[in-house]
């Protein structure tokens, strides 16, 4: 198994920001996607993205629901990726989790598209 490592959240404050990291170790992956699960809910769609040829390219999408507020971010080496996440509302609470695939040949927002999953973070956006 191929430990992705999440970091970066936290409590804040409705209208505050936070950027999540994830990090993967041994391997580099070209599907790196965030979701994230609130309590009593299904863990949902946040933002994918795939590396394309092209060193430091790669296509992405966003939830409608963070659009505009949320941007993902992905490193040059394949094995990060970051979550900027601004104007942050009490209903972006959830724990966040990085997902990764070796490659799916295209943007994937279904869960079962990944088999790599982060132990997740923790953010709470207090009104």
């Known amino acids: 198994q191929v430990p992705l490592v999440e970091s970066g959240g936290g409590l804040v404050q409705a209208g505050d920001s936070l950027r999540l990291s994830c990090a993967a170790s041994?391997?580099?992956?070209?599907?790196m996607a965030w979701f994230r699960q609130a309590p009593g809910k299904e863990r949902e769609f946040v933002a994918a993205t795939i590396a394309l040829i092209r060193a430091g390219t790669y296509l992405a999408d966003i939830a409608d629901s963070v659009k505009g507020r949320f941007t993902v971010i992905r490193g040059n080496a394949k094995n990060t990726l970051n979550l900027q996440m601004n104007s942050l509302k009490p209903e972006d609470t959830a724990v966040y989790y990085c997902?990764?695939?070796?490659?799916?040949?295209?943007?994937?927002?279904?869960?079962?598209?990944?088999?790599?999953w982060g132990q997740g973070t923790q953010v709470t956006v207090s009104s």
């Open positions: 041994g391997r580099t992956f070209n599907n």
């Open positions: 997902a990764a695939a070796s490659d799916r040949g295209t943007v994937a927002k279904s869960a079962e598209s990944y088999p790599y």
